[in-house]
């Protein structure tokens, strides 16, 4: 599974920006999809993810209200919509996907893209 990221960017606060992660190869074997984002001097951290099986999103309290992820299976492409953009989600994004081979969860991560929120 190969995994690109685009629509990362500079913005100003109150902004929006929709991110954007192309998945191909063995994607039909993907078992979820997640955007995580890590800051300068922190650690990763998952954004967004829909639990398999629901219809159930997780989103880390700080996004919620502000972020959507969604995603087209004929396009094999996730999304991160993010609006009313703050300093503190200035981060390198990461989409990630789980492959779920011979019972075991491998992890999947595109090259990343960096957001910037301006104040």
């Known amino acids: 599974v190969q995994l690109v990221e685009s629509g990362g960017g500079l913005v100003q606060a109150g902004g929006s920006l929709r991110l954007s992660c192309a998945a191909s190869?063995?994607?039909?074997?993907?078992?979820?999809m997640g955007w995580y984002r890590q800051a300068s001097g922190k650690q990763r951290e998952l954004v967004a993810m829909?639990?398999?099986?629901?219809?159930?999103?997780y989103y880390t309290d700080s996004v919620k209200g502000r972020f959507t992820i969604f995603r087209d299976r004929s396009k094999s492409t996730l999304y991160l919509q993010m609006n009313s953009l703050k300093p503190e989600d200035t981060a390198v994004y990461y989409c990630n996907a789980r492959r779920d081979h011979l019972g075991v969860l491998l992890d999947y991560w595109g090259q990343g893209t960096q957001v910037t929120v301006s104040s």
């Open positions: 829909p639990t398999p099986g629901t219809d159930d999103t």
């Open positions: 190869g063995n994607t039909a074997s993907i078992a979820a």
